[in-house]
């Protein structure tokens, strides 16, 4: 059975230099903060900093972790294509990366496996504990969805099957931001793990109406990514700070909730961020959370914020003030 270490994971977006470039130095260093803090599950894909990430994780870990005793997570469904006009200092699919790559949906059996033997090559490893499908579903392809998912289901998910089979892959999932598509493919194959971000958060509970009970009966654990849903769950809406929510600006709505929630946990003393990073965590179904770390002071934060004591009272005010559905 799937056992990811921890409660609180590394998400290494930001170490393939996510919206800025960040220096190899830096990246390396909270690689090993998060290391020394104790965090032993990492998760990173092809598509972030177009392979940038994966090489940064994958020569740092291999100096502090030689025994690959750490989980690992990474990603298919995105094939990186050389990009020899691109502007390599310039904002590029959200990266500022020296690697001369971009990236283009491809679910193909054959994708599939090329993009696995590059993560392997790149992580220095030979076998890779989880392995998420990277952004299918309506939600990332909109009308091309249907045909994405047949090229997904006749292609891509064998490959994946094929790779559990050999035993270079120790599990096998999704990694997505909606939940219809979850259960879609759970209604084709089994699947072990689904690393779903943004929908179960102090902000949107729809993972738990249908989903979830799904996911206890077949025996699919989560990994909740996006806890603080684009930041504003993480820097709150006071003092005239710019909310950012769903990668967009917050609307009108959803900056009026989160002052509401803002106030309780004004009157419990807890932090927002904090409720925000311990709350997925709630649920029996998920087993870990990973917001995104860009530095060692992000993750000396993250692990206070998770370790920081939050009363069952204060859960309880969210609920009977209808900011927060406790049901499961």
Not at 23 to 40: F, K, M, N, S
Not at 60 to 73: K, N
Not at 103 to 122: H, L
Not at 175 to 203: K, M, P, Q, S, W
Request: aromatic share 8%.
């Amino acid at each position: 059975m799937l056992q990811i270490p921890g409660t609180l994971g590394f998400g290494a977006a930001a170490i393939g230099n996510l919206y800025k470039a960040v220096p190899d130095e830096e990246a390396y260093a909270v690689i090993e903060a998060a290391w020394q803090a104790g965090l032993r599950y990492f998760d990173t894909a092809p598509h972030y900093g177009f392979g940038l990430s994966e090489k940064r994780l994958g020569q740092t870990l291999g100096e502090l972790d030689p025994q690959a005793s750490a989980v690992i997570s990474s990603k298919v469904g995105r094939r990186l294509d050389p990009d020899l006009e691109g502007d390599l200092a310039a904002d590029r699919q959200g990266f500022v990366s020296p690697e001369p790559f971009r990236s283009v949906f491809d679910y193909t059996y054959d994708a599939i496996m090329r993009s696995f033997e590059e993560s392997q090559a790149r992580l220095g490893r030979t076998r890779i504990d989880i392995l998420y499908a990277h952004d299918i579903g309506r939600y990332a392809h909109g009308d091309a969805h249907e045909a994405r998912m047949r090229e997904f289901l006749n292609g891509g998910l064998p490959a994946m099957q094929a790779l559990k089979e050999q035993g270079v892959v120790g599990a096998i999932g999704l990694g997505v931001n909606e939940t219809a598509v979850c259960e879609e493919i759970l209604g084709h194959a089994d699947l072990d793990v689904i690393l779903l971000a943004g929908r179960y958060t102090l902000l949107d509970q729809s993972a738990q109406k249908s989903l979830f009970p799904l996911c206890e009966r077949r025996g699919v654990r989560i990994v909740a990514g996006a806890p603080f849903n684009s930041g504003i769950l993480a820097k709150g809406v006071r003092q005239g700070r710019v909310a950012h929510f769903e990668y967009g600006e917050a609307p009108r709505a959803v900056i009026e909730k989160v002052a509401a929630i803002e106030d309780i946990c004004e009157a419990y003393a807890v932090p927002l961020a904090a409720a925000a990073l311990q709350f997925p965590l709630r649920h029996p179904v998920v087993d870990n959370v990973i917001p995104g770390i860009g530095s060692p002071c992000h993750l000396e934060k993250a692990v206070a914020l998770m370790a920081h004591p939050i009363p069952e009272a204060f859960w309880t005010a969210l609920h009977d003030k209808q900011l927060l559905n406790l049901s499961t």
